[in-house]
């Protein structure tokens, strides 16, 4: 309700000053789940294959594990969406359980696309009393996406996201 509530006055505050109302709760995580899984996507496709074994130090995921630890987030919203009785840890793998690049990419594609999928078939007034598991699924996907962004730039890279954009 609290979550509504703030909605709704800084909506009203955004259509006083001329601008466009902020999203409902549930237009937000579902904005921002596609949004997070976009640019991870694009990392996925990206990255070169013959780096996706590299990791900063002996102790850390490789580029590869982190994109199949992703999978998982997704892959578990998907499922507990649906109404699945699923856990997250029995969803990990590393990225030596796919058949390289092409296959976590596809995967990754495929539970991003299955968790938007769920989403909107969710309700709006669900998101009025809860936007769990949601938000740690998004916060999740998005620590990782900021590794990734240092093994871009370990390996003199420049992110996609920073690249220069044409007009």
Avoid: C
């Amino acid at each position: 309700m609290k979550t509504l509530v703030t909605a709704l006055v800084f909506s009203s505050l955004a259509l006083a000053q001329g601008q466009r109302p902020l999203p409902t709760p549930a237009q937000a995580v579902r904005n921002n789940f596609a949004d997070v899984n976009r640019r991870l996507l694009e990392m996925a496709q990206d990255f070169p294959e013959d780096k996706y074994n590299f990791k900063p130090k002996p102790e850390m995921r490789t580029f590869g594990d982190v994109i199949a630890h992703v999978i998982a987030g997704d892959e578990f919203g998907a499922r507990f969406g649906r109404g699945e009785n699923v856990k997250w840890d029995a969803l990990e793998k590393s990225a030596s359980d796919y058949k390289g690049k092409a296959d976590l990419v596809a995967a990754l594609k495929k539970w991003a696309d299955e968790g938007t999928a769920t989403l909107k078939n969710i309700p709006d007034e669900k998101f009025q009393t809860t936007i769990s598991p949601w938000m740690a699924i998004i916060e999740h996907a998005g620590e990782h996406y900021g590794q990734l962004v240092v093994y871009y730039r370990l390996n003199g890279i420049v992110p996609p996201e920073s690249r220069p954009k044409s007009k």
